[in-house]
């Protein structure tokens, strides 16, 4: 039996659209933030008399339960019946990332409960065929994940960036909806890809924007993350805006929170938005300006939390 607890990651620049759908290797390279305080703890114990999935106190049905099982199958094919029980303290799948924790954390735990050894980038490789953003969680920081050239994968995993205390940056997130979201990360994907004119535009571009936030982290220069990050999200929604039918993860609160990002810049607050699969609102800012971002996004959604940089995961047998 082990336990892992892993925290999620936001994207700073995006990952949407795979150029493998088998082994998920990303069309982009991306690169994430992960967070504190919000975590997921997943135990595994293999051998038991049959499988068993657990989320959030309930038996796992149907697809999630058979994506965890999967997953277990790729770390150790022909594996013993397994328990899996993991507990997230936070929203799951709402946009808050459960699925960059959740399957980092299981490939963590399963990893130790099998004593398999493996490097960062190893247990990265397997998390990102869970879901792709888990490959990010692998560490605690800024973290890349190189999109790689090769075709088995084998050099499309997280990269560590930066430590958690390289750089004191908050995320205030203001929940729209905590509801489960209408259209999967993955459907959405594949519908991008068949039917958005705009998605070849997104895939040559990029890079620029992840060498821009990269060196805006190294160099702790918000402004030049927050500009990469926009753009970045931007693009992202353009892509599925232009889908047919079209995904519309938006809100009109989220809209009013992105007016009220703008309004803030413009009061000298030095503060950015992002936003993922889901009508939530990520703002990225100094810990100096984090309360009167909270304020502000206060106005527009109950549910605000103020998050820092998170750390490692953390395995224990
Ligand atoms: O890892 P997935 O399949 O849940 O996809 C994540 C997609 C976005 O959150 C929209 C962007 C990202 O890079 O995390």
């Not at 963590?108 to 050894?117: Q, R, T």
């Not at 800024?142 to 560590?160: A, I, N, P, Q, Y």
Request: aromatic share 6%.
């Amino acid at each position: 039996m082990a336990t892992a607890t892993v925290h999620p990651n936001i994207a700073l620049v995006k990952y949407w659209g795979k150029r493998d759908r088998d082994l998920n290797l990303p069309s982009t390279g991306s690169l994430s933030m992960t967070l504190s305080h919000f975590a997921t703890k997943t135990s595994v114990v293999f051998g038991v008399d049959h499988d068993e999935v657990i989320i959030n106190g309930e038996e796992a049905m149907g697809r999630p339960a058979a994506r965890v099982l999967k997953h277990l199958d790729l770390i150790q094919p022909g594996r013993a019946p397994a328990k899996v029980v993991s507990t997230n303290n936070f929203p799951t799948a709402a946009g808050l990332a459960s699925s960059s924790s959740g399957f980092a954390a299981l490939t963590l735990a399963a990893l130790k409960a099998l004593n398999i050894d493996h490097t960062p980038a190893q247990a990265s490789i397997l998390a990102r065929q869970g879901s792709g953003s888990a490959a990010r969680s692998i560490w605690g920081g800024f973290v890349e994940w190189r999109r790689g050239v090769k075709e088995d994968g084998t050099d499309s995993h997280g990269l560590h960036v930066a430590p958690p205390d390289h750089w004191d940056l908050n995320m205030v997130i203001a929940v729209v909806d905590k509801g489960q979201k209408s259209v999967g990360s993955t459907e959405g994907m594949l519908r991008t890809m068949a039917t958005s004119p705009m998605y070849s535009a997104w895939v040559s571009s990029w890079q620029r924007d992840l060498d821009q936030a990269r060196q805006g982290i190294l160099d702790q220069d918000l402004t030049m993350v927050g500009r990469a990050m926009e753009a970045s999200t931007l693009k992202m929604f353009a892509t599925m805006f232009t889908s047919t039918p079209p995904i519309r993860y938006w809100r009109p609160a989220s809209v009013a929170i992105q007016d009220e990002v703008a309004k803030l810049r413009q009061d000298g607050i030095n503060c950015w938005w992002t936003m993922d699969a889901g009508p939530n609102v990520k703002v990225l800012c100094e810990p100096e300006d984090a309360p009167a971002v909270a304020d502000a996004l206060e106005h527009h959604v109950e549910d605000v939390h103020t998050l820092a940089v998170g750390g490692h995961p953390v395995v224990e047998d």
